[in-house]
């Protein structure tokens, strides 16, 4: 791939905007993100993708993906990880996507 790289994650953007669920465009932007280190904005971007859908389990498998691929899961990360999964699962008790990501980090 040439030229900005950033262009490559608007484009899985506007997919996930019409697909938020699009396994392709979210296997696309891992890809993109880990070649090129553009990690700076996406837990933002994810926070995004939640608000408007808390039941979106591609974004909280990203969630996962690109806190295992930065900062790591220390016990701190751990910590702020299960309270932001808990204020989810406080808005919809019955969704097993944030019961899924709180309990996959555990």
Known sequence: MSGDASKELELTEE???????????WDHRQWVLTQYKM???ELEY????????????SAWNHRYFVIDSTTGWSRGTVE???DYAAAYISKAPNNESSWNYATGII
């Open 15 to 25: 997919t996930l905007t019409k697909d938020a669920k699009n396994y392709h465009a």
């Open 39 to 41: 990690w700076d904005r």
């Open 46 to 57: 994810i926070d995004e993708l939640l608000r408007k859908d808390l039941r979106n389990n």
């Open 80 to 82: 702020k990880e299960l």
